[in-house]
Nanobody
Framework: VQLQASGGGTVQPGDSLRLSCVASSHTFRSYAVGWFRQAPGKERMFVAVVGVNDESVYNSDSVKGRFTISRDNAKRSAYLQMNSLQPEDAAVYYC?????????????????????WGQGTQVTVSS
């Protein structure tokens, strides 16, 4: 499976963006898909993950109910709807996939647990 992320752009504070992550294979349906972000000079940080049964987990500290992750297996896609964007949300956003359920000791928050990564899409939030 290969992933292609898209949907980034430059927006103003308070605006919304929807990121997409499209997979090359329908085996995508067997993978959990996570979104991470990395700002300049900072470590890659977990944002959210969606499991094979559409269950989801968020980094509540950073997204605080503003972001929604979802997936559409028929379209081999996962999405990150981002509302009320703030300057601190600016980063390169990456989608990643792992062939395991989102159960257990929070493995999904660690980037090293994901085998497959998309190329990243830039989100800039500026007034």
């Amino acid at each position: 499976v290969q992933l292609q992320a898209s949907g980034g752009g430059t927006v103003q504070p308070g605006d919304s963006l929807r990121l997409s992550c499209v997979a090359s294979s329908h085996t995508f349906r067997s993978y959990a898909v996570g979104w991470f972000r990395q700002a300049p000079g900072k470590e890659r940080m977990f944002v959210a993950v969606v499991g094979v049964n559409d269950e989801s987990v968020y980094n509540s500290d950073s997204v605080k109910g503003r972001f929604t992750i979802s997936r559409d297996n028929a379209k081999r896609s996962a999405y990150l709807q981002m509302n009320s964007l703030q300057p601190e949300d600016a980063a390169v956003y990456y989608c990643a996939a792992a062939p395991r359920p989102i159960t257990g000791p929070n493995w999904w928050q660690w980037s090293s647990e994901y085998r497959i990564w998309g190329q990243g899409t830039q989100v800039t939030v500026s007034s």
